[in-house]
């Protein structure tokens, strides 16, 4: 949640926030059904597998291709801040040298 409320400025964040959620409980319904049908069909060792590779998979594109941005940065944007900033004009962590 963290990070999609970094991505998201306050036109979206609400919209992207609840995506995620709803996305939690579907995945859990739908993988648990894929789950029964593979365990049906294939034995309960291929569940284990098959959910195993795909977390791998999902870990190795998110490893690549998601970078966590700067906190506060879509905050910043919706104020029309080329960086995010404290109310006592201390930029926040990591980068936290004063102004």
Same mark, same amino acid.
């Given at each position: 949640?963290? #990070?999609i409320s970094d991505y998201h400025g306050k036109n979206t964040r609400s919209r992207a926030m609840g995506l995620h959620q709803t996305s939690v409980y579907t995945g859990?319904?739908? +993988?648990s059904?894929?789950?029964g049908f593979i365990g049906q069909n294939f034995g309960w060792r291929?569940?284990?597998v098959t959910f195993g590779a795909l977390g791998v998979l999902l870990a190795l594109v998110l490893g690549r291709f998601l *970078?966590? %941005?700067q906190r506060g940065a879509a905050d910043a944007a919706?104020? +029309?801040?080329a960086? %995010? *900033? #404290? %109310?006592?004009?201390?930029r926040p962590w990591p980068h936290? *040298? #004063?102004s």
């Open positions: 949640m963290s #990070l859990t319904i739908l +993988g059904v894929f789950a291929y569940s284990f *970078r966590e %941005p919706d104020l +029309g801040m960086e %995010p *900033r #404290l %109310p006592n004009g201390i936290s *040298r #004063l």
